[in-house]
């Protein structure tokens, strides 16, 4: 049974769908529920503000956003949930760092699951980009559940 499940979330429709089931367990478990965002400065979207300050306060509202958004869902489901905003500052294997910031925030949060969404890259595109799941899934001392986005076309065996 799990009473404190993190879920990450980053926006995309595979984070939605990770939200989604983290809602559904924690409302069948009675659990609390911790929605977790890491802003970087490489997956940062938006126009690029003339100061670094200003950057930061872009990249933190834009943050906030996403959190709130999922906030608003898991609270419409009838879950309460908290919120955690991470940062990365610095320049480097992003999704390694942002994965290790995800980990990190599981185990000072006492989690049981940790719940994230997975795109299911394989061959270059995921030797060349990584995967923060994939990053999570490896170095995690608590469970994982990876949750896969939209079905892509398999090719027909031959």
Do not use: Q
């Amino acid at each position: 049974m799990y009473k404190r499940i993190l879920v990450a979330v980053d926006g995309s429709e595979t984070s939605e769908r990770a939200l989604r089931e983290g809602i559904a367990l924690a409302k069948v478990h009675r659990a609390r529920l911790r929605l977790v965002h890491v802003v970087d400065e490489l997956t940062a979207k938006g126009e690029t503000p003339s100061t670094p300050a200003d950057f930061w306060n872009a990249v933190r509202k834009a943050g906030e956003r996403i959190l709130e958004s999922a906030r608003a869902r898991a609270a419409k489901a009838g879950i309460e949930a908290e919120t955690k905003l991470a940062e990365i500052r610095t320049f480097g294997s992003v999704m390694r760092r942002v994965s290790n910031l995800i980990v990190e925030e599981a185990g000072r949060w006492r989690a049981d699951l940790v719940v994230i969404g997975t795109h299911g890259r394989r061959g270059m595109s995921k030797l060349l980009l990584g995967s923060v799941a994939d990053g999570v899934v490896r170095t995690s001392a608590t469970s994982v559940l990876l949750v896969r986005g939209a079905e892509r076309k398999t090719r027909r065996a031959r």
